[in-house]
C-alpha cells in the first residue's frame, strides 16, 4: 500500500444520527502541510477542511498506555477512511 498524497481519492465512511452508515468519496488536498479533504463545496477555507488524522480512531482490543512526559495513547489504531490512489 503506498502512501497518500494529494490527488488522492478517499472513501469516508460517515452516519446520520448514529445509525445510518453511508460512504462520501472527496479529492485529497494539501493545506497547511496537511493532508486532508475540504467537505462542504463553498470556499476553501480552514473551517471546511477536515485533515487525515482526525479520521484515526481507537482499535476495538487497543490497550491504554502511557508514555512520560507525552501522555495517554493507545497501542493501536484504525483508519476510518480508504485511499483509492488515482493512476
Known amino acids: 500500500m503506498s502512501k497518500p498524497k494529494a490527488g488522492d481519492t478517499v472513501r469516508v465512511q460517515k452516519s446520520f444520527w448514529g445509525n445510518d452508515i453511508y460512504i462520501e468519496t472527496f479529492v485529497l488536498e494539501e493545506f497547511n502541510f496537511c493532508l486532508g479533504y475540504y467537505e462542504l463545496d463553498g470556499p476553501k477555507s480552514p473551517c471546511n477542511f477536515t485533515p487525515l488524522c482526525n479520521l484515526v480512531e ?10 512520560s512526559n507525552y501522555g495517554p495513547y493507545y497501542s493501536d489504531y484504525i483508519n476510518t477512511f480508504e485511499v483509492i490512489s488515482n493512476v
Open 58 to 67: 481507537r482499535a476495538p482490543d487497543a490497550t491504554d498506555k502511557y508514555w
